[in-house]
C-alpha cells in the first residue's frame, strides 16, 4: 500500500494490524524456540503481547523511532478507543496501542527491514523486563 494512503489510515486501524502483525511475530519467534503444546506455547505468547509489556517496550524504544514513526505513535496515543483497557492502566493501554500502530503502519508500508527490527527491539525489551 502506498505510504501516503497508510498515513490516512486512522491510529485504531494502525493498531488494528498491527496487534496481528505483532502477535504473529511472537508466535512464529516461540516456535523457533520451543517444542511444546499449543496451549503452553500461548501463554509464553501472552507475556509479549499484553498491553503492559507492549506499553513498557514502547516506552523503550521510543527514543529510536524517526518522525514519521512518532508522528503514528503520539496518534494512537491521542486516539479514543471503544475498547478499555481490562488488565492494564490507561497510560499502558495507550502505548500499548501506539506501539501496534507503529507495527502497522510500518507493516502496510512495506518498510519490512524497519518493521523487524522495531519488533524484534519490543521483544528484547520485554525480556529485560521478565528478567
Do not use: W
Request: hydrophobic fraction near 35%.
Amino acid at each position: 500500500m502506498e505510504e501516503s494512503k497508510v498515513i490516512q489510515l486512522s491510529a485504531l486501524t494502525l493498531a488494528f494490524i498491527g496487534d496481528s502483525v505483532y502477535t504473529l511475530f511472537v508466535r512464529e519467534r516461540a516456535l523457533e524456540i520451543m517444542d511444546a503444546k499449543p496451549n503452553k506455547i500461548n501463554n509464553y505468547c501472552k507475556g509479549y503481547v499484553c498491553a503492559t509489556a507492549q506499553a513498557k517496550a514502547y516506552r523503550k524504544i521510543e527514543g529510536e523511532l524517526t518522525e514519521d514513526e512518532k508522528n503514528i505513535a503520539h496518534r494512537a496515543r491521542n486516539s479514543h478507543p471503544a475498547n478499555k483497557a481490562k488488565n492494564a492502566t490507561a497510560a499502558d493501554y495507550m502505548n500499548a496501542t501506539a506501539l501496534e500502530a507503529l507495527i502497522g503502519y510500518l507493516h502496510l508500508s512495506g518498510k519490512t527491514e524497519r518493521l523487524k527490527y522495531i519488533q524484534h527491539r519490543a521483544m528484547e525489551e520485554t525480556d529485560e523486563q521478565s528478567r
